[in-house]
T-cell receptor, first 113, second 112 residues
Framework: GENVEQHPSTLSVQEGDSAVIKCTYS??????FPWYKQELGKRPQLIID?????GEKKDQRIAVTLNKTAKHFSLHITETQPEDSAVYFC????????????FGSGTKLNVKP | NAGVTQTPKFRVLKTGQSMTLLCAQDMNHEYMYWYRQDPGMGLRLIHYSVGEGTTAKGEVPDGYNVSRLKKQNFLLGLESAAPSQTSVYFCATNQGYNSPLHFGNGTRLTVT
């Protein structure tokens, strides 16, 4: 099955700096890559996603890049704010498996004011 | 429009007891999933369903059973709880091919 690795496990940045979280996947058939944000004690919520026919997608301060050849994708947050502090999860999904999503182990982002 | 609703929110069980977690959705989604979340391990798929009356095993199905008798409900059962099943359980749904998951608020289960 798919194996998704996520780095780093913790990330601390100063408010206003950029944050980058990286994920690699193993199954070349994976073609959908969502990112979720989970605040303490709450549900994971989708923040951005990318499909395999696109190399980059942006939504205001958040962007995701995908390199299918190298099988890795990254989340970029610019101008970080304290409310960006949360755990972020990447995931990979293949249509072969009825949308079985394989999640990374998460990155705890701490934005210091 | 409640989205995805899980009950209960918290539960404490003794080893060997049984319980059922309920997931209800009003989004008319075909696909439903049960995940468990443990520290440092992300979300792992327990069981899933691609439609009413169907269920299938995920990555970590042992010790759990599921049923989907109605499209809007997906039940997760623990027949004989073990301390290793202490976790936070999330139900999720999605519309179909490569569409994002919508999660419920989670159930925190402790087995002593």
């Amino acid at each position: 099955g798919e194996n998704v690795e996520q780095h780093p496990s913790t990330l601390s940045v100063q408010e206003g700096d950029s944050a980058v979280i990286k994920c690699t996947y193993s199954d070349s058939a994976s073609n959908y890559f969502p990112w979720y944000k989970q605040e303490l004690g709450k549900r994971p919520q989708l923040i951005i996603d990318i499909r395999s026919n696109v190399g980059e997608k942006k939504d205001q301060r958040i962007a995701v890049t995908l390199n299918k050849t190298a099988k890795h994708f990254s989340l970029h947050i610019t101008e970080t704010q304290p409310e960006d502090s949360a755990v972020y999860f990447c995931a990979a999904s293949s249509g072969y498996n009825f949308n079985k999503f394989y999640f990374g182990s998460g990155t705890k982002l701490n934005v210091k004011p | 429009n409640a989205g995805v609703t899980q009950t209960p929110k918290f539960r404490v069980l003794k080893t060997g007891q049984s319980m059922t977690l309920l997931c209800a959705q009003d989004m008319n989604h075909e696909y439903m999933y049960w995940y468990r979340q443990d520290p440092g391990m992300g979300l792992r798929l327990i069981h899933y369903s691609v439609g009413e009356g169907t269920t299938a095993k995920g990555e970590v199905p042992d010790g759990y059973n599921v049923s989907r008798l109605k499209k809007q409900n997906f039940l997760l059962g623990l027949e004989s709880a073990a301390p290793s099943q202490t976790s936070v359980y999330f139900c999720a749904t999605n519309q179909g091919y490569n569409s994002p998951l919508h999660f419920g608020n989670g159930t925190r289960l402790t087995v002593t």
